[in-house]
């Protein structure tokens, strides 16, 4: 059995007891730290500190820590092994680079959408620093856990880390001019290097940033004789970072998930993590009244992906179609949903980029569409920041209202500009919004209405309540939407609506009509 890892590492074990008191002991070969007065007993290591095993059996590494539980009252393990189907909340990815000769090699290990992204990622003028902690890494995460909703660590947890660890923090940090945009934040051992923290600003995403921070840390890793790099810790059900993960040849292992522990510790920790989940669904909601990921909850839904799951057009959009997407060309369908407007835009021989911030979505769209032949690409994204590069599509088509739920309104407009980003000069802008002058014809119109007011929300944002779920929905009028799009750099083309074109009378009848404009 070889063990590596931070655990391992005679620098970590100097940190853990300088500042968590533990002494480090070595027990049927594997680190142990417990403090002088006896204790808890952590096996392998400690939280992220842990060892990770290699070339052992599953059956081995039983016996060895059975053997290291019998010995203690009290035990905690922290040890990562590579048997997938171990008992495990936490799992993490682990790069060898042992079959790398030169840094050039490592491209051998990433797949094919991986090498392309990272190729793309160093086409600007983005600069990398490679070395101590950064100005300004701080505020970056902060913004980070926010828009995760999580809970972030004190600055002096990574204050306290750097003094103790010193040139074992090696931090690869993205700028662009003196502006920082990423930074991947590591601790280094002789073979082994442990990614603590990735941060990244979401409005750069669309150049790769992610892809070459993790490619300039293993090239880093290369030239420094390191043999192994380990992604960190994550929850299983994160699909969509594994992926990533995945993509530079990193394989999945498990943290394993065993504790010995009295009664009373063990009610103790239930009761801890039950009130920490509560702060951190105290966080979601406050970041979704902030932020309006309220709207994203609903849509995550499986409920919510049943009533989108249709290939059913309206007649506005065939129309759209039939005018305006005629031509073949690139199309990026925002808010694509489960794919309704994707399929039948793919159908007409469009090459068909469809997104949607709701990986529920995504994720019923892909499979359902997963045989098809045509060019049709379903992607996890967010269309304050699109990851793609200037001038890269023909049209963009935000249906069915998609644009009226980004909150508050900041953001809304950011979209707008990715939007402009991306379309090539001259291209069409094609979307649906909420007419706030609409007058209610119906009953069911009229309470939806009053049920926002009576909420206290009358405008820009009006809830909207459906068995899956609220949504605060965006509304204005047909003349501040026309100003919006001229200030946002588009030059409006037609209104369409059942109602006909004339905007005096589709003001008041037409609840969401559809507007048509091009790129200038």
């Known amino acids: 059995m070889k063990l590596i890892g931070l655990g391992t590492d005679p620098v970590i074990q100097r940190y ?10 070595v027990e049927e070969g594997f680190p142990l730290f417990q403090n002088a007065e006896g204790g808890t007993a952590y096996v392998g290591g400690f939280k992220v500190f842990y060892s990770v095993a290699l070339d052992v059996t599953p059956q ?41 000769t030169s840094p050039e ?53 990574f204050e306290t880390l750097e003094r103790e660890l010193g040139s074992s923090v090696v ?47 293993i090239a880093w890793a290369l030239q420094h004789t390191i043999r192994f790099v ?8 994160d699909t969509t970072h594994s992926h990533f993960k995945e993509g530079f040849g990193a394989q999945m292992r498990v943290i394993l998930d065993r504790e010995q522990l009295p009664l009373a510790r063990r009610v103790q920790n239930f009761f801890l993590q039950k009130k920490r989940n509560m702060r ?3 966080l979601k909601r406050s970041a979704a009244s902030a932020q309006g990921d309220v709207s994203k909850e609903s849509y995550e839904k499986e409920s919510s992906a049943d009533v989108y799951d249709s ?40 090459e068909v980029e469809a997104v949607d911030y709701a990986e529920t979505m995504i994720r019923r769209a ?21 990851q793609y590069q200037d001038h890269s599509f023909d049209y963009v088509f935000f249906s069915f209202n998609g644009l009226d739920y980004l909150y508050p309104e900041q953001d809304r407009r950011l979209a707008l500009r990715e939007i402009h980003r991306v379309l090539k000069p001259g291209g069409i802008f094609a979307f649906s919004t909420h007419n706030a002058l609409f007058i209610p014809n119906n009953l069911g119109r009229l309470k939806v209405v009053l049920k926002s007011f009576l909420h206290l929300r009358v405008h820009p944002y009006r809830w909207e309540f459906h068995p899956f779920g609220r949504r605060l929905t965006h509304y204005t009028s047909i003349g501040a939407e026309r100003r919006e799009l001229r200030e946002a750099g588009f030059a409006f083309l037609e209104l369409v609506s059942k109602y006909g074109k004339e905007q005096r009378t589709v003001s008041y009848k037409d609840p969401y009509p559809t507007y048509v404009c091009k790129k200038i």
């Open 311 to 350: 290939e059913e057009l309206k007649w506005t959009e065939q129309y759209l179609l039939d005018t305006y997407f005629a031509a073949p060309g690139r199309i990026l369908d925002l808010g694509c949903g489960v794919g309704r407007t994707s399929i039948a835009l793919a159908r007409k021989g469009l």
């Open 171 to 217: 931090c690869v940090s993205l700028y662009d001019g003196d502006t920082l945009v990423g930074c991947n934040y590591s601790i280094v051992s002789p073979e082994y290097q442990f990614l603590l923290l990735n941060v990244s600003d979401p409005r750069y995403w669309y150049l790769n940033i992610n892809n070459r921070l993790y490619d300039e840390m």
């Open 60 to 100: 081995e590494i039983d016996e060895h820590v059975e053997a290291v539980l019998a010995r203690h009252a009290e035990a905690v393990v922290d040890l990562s092994v590579a048997d997938t189907s171990a008992r495990g909340t936490l799992i993490h990815y682990l790069l060898d680079l042992r079959p790398v």
């Open 105 to 157: 090699g490592r491209f051998d290990l990433y797949d094919k959408k991986t090498r392309n992204q990272v190729k793309k990622s160093y086409a600007n003028d983005l600069r990398v620093e490679i070395g101590r902690p950064p100005a300004g890494l701080y505020a970056l995460y902060e913004a980070n856990m926010r828009r995760l909703a999580g809970l972030p660590k004190g600055r002096e947890y």
């Open 280 to 282: 951190l669904r105290l």
């Open 230 to 237: 380990d992604f960190g810790p994550s929850v299983r059900k």
């Open 16 to 25: 853990l007891k300088n500042v968590h008191s533990l002494e480090h002991t």
């Open 366 to 386: 892909q499979k359902k569409y997963a045989d098809t032949p045509l060019a049709l690409h379903f992607r996890v994204m967010d269309a304050k920041a699109l």
